[in-house]
């Protein structure tokens, strides 16, 4: 199975700040079809997941434009331009392109200063 | 909307069984692939298992397999886990999902399942 690794464990922001969160792949998640399937999730506290963002960049309705998803290959990061006290929780990043086993990385926590 | 209502978790002994089951409503429930993913005490996310939107098509994670059977009922909107020959490291909230383009669109709320003596 495709192995995900987020980086750092623990994010503690400030208000107004930016923030970033990196995943890599053990390895390629550009599909033979030419697509690239990299998810994010955000998972408030007591919440389920939510999805954030889909095949690299592309937003979910309802997200607020701060979150923002870039990347290609293996290397892979979710930026918060200016962090707000609603963001705080784990997110998650998640491979689909090496069907079937779906896998996730193991969170990054973010947190306010 | 999109609602995944999950329900049948509870305690259960080590060895012993549960069925899980997800009532989806708001979406062509027959349209979607499905999958139940899990959540230990404090820990990340795992793909359990998922079924394709006819049912012929099945996947399980190796820590279930042999012991975990996910079914489907496209006429009733519903989505099924069996599962026996529980153990402790089963324990964990249970989610319900929709599964769509290689990613989880929709997720339920949750229900936990607690293994223990």
């Known amino acids: 199975d495709v192995v995900m690794t987020q980086s750092p464990l623990s994010l503690p922001v400030t208000l107004g700040q930016p923030a970033s969160i990196s995943c890599r792949s053990s390895?390629?998640?550009?599909?033979?079809?030419?697509?690239?399937?990299l998810s994010w999730f955000q998972q408030r506290p007591g919440q389920s997941p939510r999805r954030l963002i889909y095949?690299?960049?592309n937003r979910d309705s309802g997200v607020p434009d701060r979150f923002s998803g870039s990347g290609s290959g293996t290397d892979f990061t979710l930026k918060i331009s200016r962090v707000e006290a609603e963001d705080v929780g784990v997110y998650y990043c998640?491979?689909?392109?090496?069907?079937?086993?779906?896998?996730f990385g193991g969170g990054t926590k973010v947190e306010i200063k | 909307q999109v609602q995944l209502a999950e329900s049948g978790g509870g305690l259960v002994k080590p060895g012993g069984s549960l069925r899980l089951s997800c009532a989806a409503s708001?979406?062509?429930?027959?349209?979607?692939?499905m999958s139940w993913i899990r959540q230990a005490p404090g820990k990340g996310l795992e793909l359990v298992s998922y079924?394709?939107?006819?049912?012929?098509?099945?996947y399980y994670a190796d820590s279930v397999k042999g012991r975990f059977t996910i079914s489907r009922d496209n006429a009733k909107n519903s989505l099924y886990l069996q599962m026996n020959s529980l153990r402790a490291d089963d324990t964990a909230v249970y989610f319900c999902?929709?599964?769509?383009?290689?990613?989880?669109?929709?997720w339920g709320q949750g229900i936990l399942v607690t293994v223990s003596s």
């Open positions: 999902t929709t599964v769509s383009d290689s990613s989880i669109n929709y």
């Open positions: 708001g979406l062509r429930f027959s349209a979607y692939f």
């Open positions: 079924i394709g939107n006819t049912g012929s098509s099945i």
């Open positions: 390895q390629s998640l550009v599909h033979s079809n030419g697509n690239t399937y």
């Open positions: 095949k690299v960049s």
């Open positions: 998640m491979q689909g392109t090496h069907w079937p086993a779906l896998t």
